[in-house]
């Protein structure tokens, strides 16, 4: 498994969608109306002259413009010098195609033959830069010479019409001048053009070539003699180490053809430029691990779950190998055209690095494995350098095989009892496969015995290489790992407060899909080395490209595939976004930006996204977008009717986002609903009460109602402590008791500091107000625990809080009963004779105070003429 394989894959699996996609465009939309559309699309306006009251400005501007255009008209030095190597690498390709030819006769297998298309795919891709180059060239041109012949139609009016209205002679020869560098310049690039389409046509050939080459490399494969079973060699014992003549002349030709491709000149490919970028791109990598790590060592984090754990120490421990290990990976992007043994090379010590990334994750009996793994990639690759008589390879896969079967014993035995030792998780599933891999173990060396070589290479491949990709993927998995949980660790710690459960379902939420995304990978690499790969994306381009017709409407599998694709894309990276930006504590953090505005930014990327995407989405549906002009006009009276609410909610909600009268974390009431903010829909806002329940408000009755925001400039609140003492009490010792308590509680801001204040001469009391400021969140606290000790300190001062008193009138008093308020009874009345005196009595001894004026409006204070006249208030 090789970096350049992991990129030949991608590139294939996104070759067929763009395939796909045209395919279900084409399909869809009629021919007459593409022509029809490109007719309306060729549709320009008409030139008109230049008005000779600005026509010498504009024979300055024009002439200064012909020059910038002249500049960059120029063919460039890279295009001379594909211009000066074509006829050399033509010479070379030709050369490697004749070796080629000779590879074929001479009954390589399918590895060498997977190698030779390796090799021939590079020279492709060599010549595809090329052809790009010149492209992009050609496409500038295109530019210039639209805007060229617009000029020359426009200086040839004004010609005209200078002469016309008999302008100057002067004027007459700048028009003259500059009409003339206008033809000048066209005619320039239009020979550069006729150059470019000249060279573009030489490369098309050797692109053919290669083309064809790589087709009679994959028809071989695709061969019978290339089944897997069957009888490519004879029983080994039949078979010798001596060539035959044939052989000994195929090469002969061979050596040939080497020494005659070695003659060629180089072609001196830079490769300066490739290595500045590689070196940004290991400086970026670095700078970015040093960073994770940074966080993990000021915000400290602490937690049992074993993979957060192991995830933290790479990046706190391996930080460094971590940056090489991806720059080996990815080493290839960079270098596309390196041969293939320093391409080996690069990915040996891809595996070399791997191993102490993998080692401190497995256990101590099977840390020895990995460097088994990195020995069977040796064994592997060396083969593909020794051109072996067919004895001597097959000598060489049957040790191969003896080998890991004697590596897995060493490992594994005793199996059954090993098996126990572990739990579940990925250690297990892999240890459960070890039978598998003897069986194909033994399967390669029976059927190499027997001249079944196809079989041999293809299952001696998967006991080999299956175990090369499988670590080469679990150094990635435990790396992004490491990443995410390091993303997630700085997002939460940062914050004042936040959930813990919250944080663990984000961790566990993401270390699941990496896990995931890493079985499919593995999955398309694994059928990529089977030769399973090709065959089933053949298969399913073929599928999904194939038309289907429901009345008057015509699709395709790929374009709905594609559709769902392009929107799932969508709403994941508009999730990511709100994760990383949505707040001022996350990544936008150190620009310091005002409350808020990192919330309006999170918003309008999300909605950029949503509606590229939903654009893209119908694109790959071949939907034609122009045919909606007419349903705009319909869906706006229908939004003029019946999404009246809805679209005043929108609207509200993108007025909330960017004039910020609330926040999310700010503290609203609005209609009789206090609570937190907590997020700032499309159509409502989410409100979070005190009481724990989470309350959906529509954005219009937040911008149409009342609203108070407790926190918006700040989160600082007034308290308010009314407390009452007797008459006996000084006031000026009360005011400075307040204050000393008020000065002594922890949670109260000091500026503005608090203030005691005299309120009024109550009915029983002397009335006081203690004001003081706490953070919003802290209120209550504070206003409970200066309370307490408003209450404490009055204890020990000795300072009294009054009772409420109430006066109550007596009213019906028996003969028998006798009230003297000075005496005090040292005996209770024996049960009979209350009894007695509660049937005496005609009405309740005892009534509640009325008011100063009775309900028909007769005083109340005992001067009235009523029943009640004599009665004597009691206190």
């Given at each position: 498994?090789?970096?350049?394989?992991?990129?030949?894959?991608?590139?294939?699996?996104?070759?067929?969608?763009?395939?796909?996609?045209?395919?279900?465009?084409?399909?869809?939309?009629?021919?007459?109306?593409?022509?029809?559309?490109?007719?309306?699309?060729?549709?320009?306006?008409?030139?008109?002259?230049?008005?000779?009251?600005?026509?010498?400005?504009?024979?300055?501007?024009?002439?200064?413009?012909?020059?910038?255009?002249?500049?960059?008209?120029?063919?460039?030095?890279?295009?001379?010098?594909?211009?000066?190597?074509?006829?050399?690498?033509?010479?070379?390709?030709?050369?490697?195609?004749?070796?080629?030819?000779?590879?074929?006769?001479?009954?390589?297998?399918?590895?060498?033959?997977?190698?030779?298309?390796?090799?021939?795919?590079?020279?492709?891709?060599?010549?595809?830069?090329?052809?790009?180059?010149?492209?992009?060239?050609?496409?500038?041109?295109?530019?210039?010479?639209?805007?060229?012949?617009?000029?020359?139609?426009?200086?040839?009016?004004?010609?005209?019409?200078?002469?016309?209205?008999?302008?100057?002679?002067?004027?007459?020869?700048?028009?003259?001048?500059?009409?003339?560098?206008?033809?000048?310049?066209?005619?320039?690039?239009?020979?550069?053009?006729?150059?470019?389409?000249?060279?573009?046509?030489?490369?098309?050939?050797?692109?053919?070539?290669?083309?064809?080459?790589?087709?009679?490399?994959?028809?071989?494969?695709?061969?019978?003699?290339?089944?897997?079973?069957?009888?490519?060699?004879?029983?080994?014992?039949?078979?010798?180490?001596?060539?035959?003549?044939?052989?000994?002349?195929?090469?002969?030709?061979?050596?040939?053809?080497?020494?005659?491709?070695?003659?060629?000149?180089?072609?001196?490919?830079?490769?300066?430029?490739?290595?500045?970028?590689?070196?940004?791109?290991?400086?970026?990598?670095?700078?970015?691990?040093?960073?994770?790590?940074?966080?993990?060592?000021?915000?400290?984090?602490?937690?049992?779950?074993?993979?957060?754990?192991?995830?933290?120490?790479?990046?706190?421990?391996?930080?460094?190998?971590?940056?090489?290990?991806?720059?080996?990976?990815?080493?290839?992007?960079?270098?596309?055209?390196?041969?293939?043994?320093?391409?080996?090379?690069?990915?040996?010590?891809?595996?070399?690095?791997?191993?102490?990334?993998?080692?401190?994750?497995?256990?101590?009996?099977?840390?020895?494995?990995?460097?088994?793994?990195?020995?069977?990639?040796?064994?592997?690759?060396?083969?593909?350098?020794?051109?072996?008589?067919?004895?001597?390879?097959?000598?060489?896969?049957?040790?191969?095989?003896?080998?890991?079967?004697?590596?897995?014993?060493?490992?594994?035995?005793?199996?059954?009892?090993?098996?126990?030792?572990?739990?579940?998780?990925?250690?297990?599933?892999?240890?459960?496969?070890?039978?598998?891999?003897?069986?194909?173990?033994?399967?390669?060396?029976?059927?190499?015995?027997?001249?079944?070589?196809?079989?041999?290479?293809?299952?001696?491949?998967?006991?080999?290489?299956?175990?090369?990709?499988?670590?080469?993927?679990?150094?990635?998995?435990?790396?992004?790992?490491?990443?995410?949980?390091?993303?997630?660790?700085?997002?939460?710690?940062?914050?004042?407060?936040?959930?813990?459960?919250?944080r663990k379902n984000i961790e566990n939420k993401a270390l699941k899909r990496i896990r995931i995304t890493a079985y499919i990978l593995w999955g398309?690499?694994?059928?990529?080395?089977?030769?399973?790969?090709?065959?089933?994306?053949?298969?399913?381009?073929?599928?999904?490209?194939?038309?289907?017709?429901?009345?008057?409407?015509?699709?395709?599998?790929?374009?709905?595939?594609?559709?769902?694709?392009?929107?799932?894309?969508?709403?994941?990276?508009?999730?990511?976004?709100?994760?990383?930006?949505?707040?001022?504590?996350?990544?936008?953090?150190?620009?310091?930006?005002?409350?808020?505005?990192?919330?309006?930014?999170?918003?309008?990327?999300?909605?950029?996204?949503?509606?590229?995407?939903?654009?893209?989405?119908?694109?790959?549906?071949?939907?034609?977008?122009?045919?909606?002009?007419?349903?705009?006009?319909?869906?706006?009276?229908?939004?003029?009717?019946?999404?009246?609410?809805?679209?005043?909610?929108?609207?509200?909600?993108?007025?909330?986002?960017?004039?910020?009268?609330?926040?999310?974390?700010?503290?609203?009431?609005?209609?009789?609903?206090?609570?937190?903010?907590?997020?700032?829909?499309?159509?409502?806002?989410?409100?979070?009460?005190?009481?724990?329940?989470?309350?959906?408000?529509?954005?219009?009755?937040?911008?149409?109602?009342?609203?108070?925001?407790?926190?918006?400039?700040?989160?600082?609140?007034?308290?308010?402590?009314?407390?009452?003492?007797?008459?006996?009490?000084?006031?000026?010792?009360?005011?400075?008791?307040?204050?000393?308590?008020?000065?002594?509680?922890?949670?109260?801001?000091?500026?503005?500091?608090?203030?005691?204040?005299?309120?009024?001469?109550?009915?029983?009391?002397?009335?006081?107000?203690?004001?003081?400021?706490?953070?919003?969140?802290?209120?209550?606290?504070?206003?409970?625990?200066?309370?307490?000790?408003?209450?404490?300190?009055?204890?020990?001062?000795?300072?009294?809080?009054?009772?409420?008193?109430?006066?109550?009138?007596?009213?019906?008093?028996?003969?028998?009963?006798?009230?003297?308020?000075?005496?005090?009874?040292?005996?209770?009345?024996?049960?009979?004779?209350?009894?007695?005196?509660?049937?005496?009595?005609?009405?309740?001894?005892?009534?509640?105070?009325?008011?100063?004026?009775?309900?028909?409006?007769?005083?109340?204070?005992?001067?009235?003429?009523?029943?009640?006249?004599?009665?004597?208030?009691?206190?």
């Amino acid at each position: 498994m090789t970096p350049k394989y992991f990129l030949s894959a991608l590139l294939l699996c996104f070759s067929i969608l763009v395939n796909v996609e045209t395919t279900s465009a084409q399909g869809i939309i009629p021919e007459q109306e593409q022509a029809d559309k490109t007719k309306i699309d060729s549709t320009k306006v008409q030139p008109e002259a230049i008005p000779l009251i600005s026509i010498v400005r504009s024979i300055e501007e024009t002439n200064n413009e012909i020059k910038s255009i002249q500049r960059i008209i120029e063919i460039p030095e890279s295009i001379k010098k594909i211009d000066s190597l074509l006829p050399i690498y033509s010479q070379f390709l030709e050369v490697e195609g004749q070796r080629t030819e000779h590879f074929i006769k001479a009954n390589p297998n399918s590895q060498k033959v997977n190698n030779t298309m390796l090799t021939w795919g590079d020279y492709l891709s060599y010549l595809s830069k090329w052809m790009e180059t010149i492209n992009d060239q050609e496409k500038r041109n295109s530019i210039l010479i639209e805007n060229i012949l617009n000029k020359s139609e426009v200086w040839s009016l004004s010609y005209k019409n200078a002469i016309e209205n008999e302008a100057p002679e002067e004027v007459l020869n700048g028009i003259r001048k500059t009409l003339e560098a206008v033809e000048n310049t066209k005619n320039t690039i239009l020979e550069n053009n006729n150059y470019y389409l000249r060279l573009e046509t030489k490369l098309s050939e050797q692109t053919n070539y290669v083309e064809d080459i790589r087709n009679d490399l994959l028809n071989l494969k695709n061969s019978e003699v290339y089944d897997l079973f069957h009888l490519r060699h004879p029983p080994i014992w039949k078979t010798s180490f001596k060539r035959t003549p044939k052989e000994l002349e195929e090469q002969q030709q061979i050596d040939d053809l080497e020494k005659e491709s070695a003659s060629i000149p180089n072609l001196d490919d830079n490769y300066v430029s490739s290595f500045i970028m590689f070196l940004i791109f290991v400086v970026f990598f670095s700078f970015l691990f040093r960073y994770f790590k940074l966080g993990f060592l000021k915000y400290p984090y602490e937690d049992k779950d074993e993979r957060i754990i192991d995830a933290k120490n790479l990046i706190l421990e391996k930080d460094k190998l971590c940056v090489l290990f991806l720059s080996l990976l990815f080493g290839e992007l960079f270098f596309s055209n390196l041969p293939k043994l320093a391409s080996d090379f690069i990915t040996l010590f891809t595996l070399i690095t791997a191993i102490p990334i993998i080692r401190p994750i497995i256990s101590e009996k099977y840390k020895r494995i990995l460097f088994c793994v990195v020995l069977f990639f040796i064994l592997n690759t060396t083969k593909s350098y020794l051109w072996y008589s067919s004895l001597g390879y097959r000598l060489y896969i049957l040790g191969e095989a003896i080998v890991v079967i004697i590596i897995l014993y060493h490992f594994t035995s005793p199996y059954l009892r090993t098996l126990k030792t572990f739990k579940k998780g990925f250690s297990k599933l892999l240890f459960q496969l070890v039978p598998v891999v003897y069986f194909l173990s033994f399967v390669s060396i029976i059927s190499n015995i027997l001249g079944f070589t196809n079989l041999t290479d293809i299952t001696l491949k998967i006991s080999t290489q299956g175990g090369i990709i499988t670590m080469v993927f679990y150094a990635i998995t435990l790396i992004i790992n490491g990443i995410a949980i390091s993303v997630i660790h700085r997002h939460f710690t940062v914050k004042q407060t936040y959930s813990f459960v919250e944080r663990k379902n984000i961790e566990n939420k993401a270390l699941k899909r990496i896990r995931i995304t890493a079985y499919i990978l593995w999955g398309i690499f694994f059928l990529g080395m089977v030769d399973l790969l090709r065959p089933i994306f053949t298969f399913l381009g073929d599928t999904l490209s194939e038309p289907y017709k429901i009345g008057s409407i015509t699709f395709t599998l790929g374009a709905i595939v594609s559709f769902s694709l392009i929107l799932f894309l969508s709403f994941t990276l508009t999730k990511l976004v709100s994760f990383l930006i949505n707040d001022g504590d996350g990544i936008l953090r150190f620009l310091k930006l005002p409350k808020g505005i990192p919330a309006a930014i999170s918003l309008v990327i999300r909605y950029f996204i949503i509606g590229f995407g939903t654009i893209l989405a119908l694109s790959a549906l071949g939907i034609d977008l122009s045919k909606f002009n007419l349903m705009a006009g319909a869906l706006g009276v229908g939004i003029g009717f019946g999404l009246q609410n809805i679209v005043s909610n929108f609207i509200s909600g993108l007025i909330l986002v960017f004039e910020r009268p609330i926040l999310p974390g700010d503290t609203v009431e609005v209609n009789n609903l206090l609570g937190t903010v907590s997020r700032i829909g499309i159509r409502a806002s989410n409100i979070s009460t005190f009481d724990g329940s989470e309350v959906v408000v529509p954005n219009n009755n937040l911008i149409s109602n009342d609203l108070i925001n407790w926190t918006l400039s700040n989160n600082t609140k007034r308290i308010e402590v009314l407390i009452g003492t007797t008459y006996d009490s000084d006031p000026n010792e009360i005011l400075k008791i307040l204050t000393e308590v008020a000065q002594n509680c922890d949670y109260i801001l000091k500026d503005p500091a608090p203030r005691a204040l005299f309120n009024d001469f109550g009915d029983s009391s002397l009335n006081f107000r203690l004001l003081f400021w706490v953070h919003y969140e802290l209120g209550l606290q504070a206003k409970s625990d200066i309370s307490i000790g408003i209450y404490n300190r009055f204890k020990e001062e000795g300072v009294e809080i009054p009772f409420p008193q109430r006066d109550l009138n007596i009213r019906n008093v028996p003969e028998s009963f006798q009230l003297n308020p000075t005496q005090t009874p040292t005996e209770i009345p024996n049960m009979a004779k209350e009894e007695d005196l509660n049937k005496n009595m005609k009405r309740p001894i005892v009534d509640p105070l009325k008011p100063d004026m009775d309900s028909d409006g007769s005083n109340s204070n005992g001067d009235s003429d009523g029943p009640d006249a004599d009665a004597e208030p009691v206190k």
